[in-house]
């Protein structure tokens, strides 16, 4: 598929792109791209370090849901936008993408969300999150009722019963909902309960209260460590169950933590104004002082962060009120690690672009180089891979001939030393 030839050419180009880093103290933090004012974005999703969604809301119209897709590690974003509705969670279980909304809204893609189908539930629920257990799907719902499936295709209506200890059954209106198992699972709500089931949904008990308690988030790290995001606005703070323990070192007034992850059983993150994180396992949080805790929003707060994940133990994405996207990378530790594009004189391209059968991707060095270049498609598939070779100082070419492989985006990546640079190029079928 591919030809290499390397020539010396003395023109003095501008470099197409580069990373510019900001120091932070403990963790290093890219501002790594910012999505348009017009939306606000709630939810960050991640198949690895490089493919990903997000997911919101555009801000002119109502009911009209935005999904972002990138394919090269946030640096480009494709947008589609589904009418009528909010879109509130996304997740990925048996190779099959899903994402829920209001007015019954399910929309699935077997094509790692190339494409999307909105499937016909015949229901009215706003579904609040999707949680997955093996081969099962739960997609909770903002009232009492659940819509489990074993197959994908086929859903179950469960109406549960939730049990105050004073009222007996009443109606909840469930902020997040998780399950363990088939039959073991967690749901939180904003008016300060948290209820547990054992028998899939049937039947719910209060196992922890807090009067002006409001939650955002459970998060599972084990069987035995559960960990539910939110607090009241005079204390934020993180839950953890069965053992109904407030983690320590989170302080503040006037926000609820919004979000909580782990790459680890030791390591884990969670957000709000600001980011905190742990090494203990949870047991204790320590505000990060660096730059995204320091920033102001428009209220003269400080910054808000809705979603956070980490796709890989090394690599992860933040989102907040701004529409910047973080990311942080833990193999590049400090500004002299950092990797600069224009210090090293990386210039990558390709012509044409957009294509109908081939393009040549050009890159010019400043001094020999062993490099290594792999294509990747839109579901992440690698279409070729070459072993390391030697390139010569100057310009080097890359012809890539893709008249057989379907048009669409694809992401042209060149490794110098364990440095990634890479080049969305797209295939189209227009002249």
Known sequence: ??????????????????????????????????????????????????????????????????????IDGGENWLLSSIDSVILNDIALTNNKLFIVGTNGLLLTSIDMGQSWKREDLNVSFNFINISTVNNTIFLATASNSILKSIDDENWQLINGKYYHPMFGVVDVIPSYTLFLSDSVGYSASNDGYIYKTTDGGENWYTTYFDASGIYRKIYMLNDEQIFVAGGNFSAPYVLQLPDKIKSGGISGNDFIIQDICFTDENTGYCVSKGIWKTLDGGATFYREDNVINKKESNWGYSYDIYSIVFPEKNTGYAIGIENILYKTDSLNLSLNNIHKVKDKGIILNSKPNPFIASTEISFHLNKPEIINTKLIDMKGQIIYQNAEFKCNKGWNYDYLDLSNYPSGIYLYILNINNKKYSKTIIKSTNP
């Not at 020539?7 to 791209?33: A, K, N, T």
């Not at 919101?56 to 009911?63: A, L, M, Q, R, Y």
């Open 1 to 70: 598929m591919t030809n290499l030839k390397s020539h010396f050419r003395h023109i003095l180009l501008m470099v197409l792109f580069s990373i510019i880093p900001i120091v932070l103290f403990g963790q290093d933090w890219v501002e790594h791209y910012t999505f348009s004012s017009d939306y606000t974005f709630n939810k960050l999703f991640f198949i690895n370090a490089d493919s990903g969604f997000i997911i919101g809301n555009k801000n002119s119209e109502i009911n009209n849901g935005i999904i972002g897709r990138t």
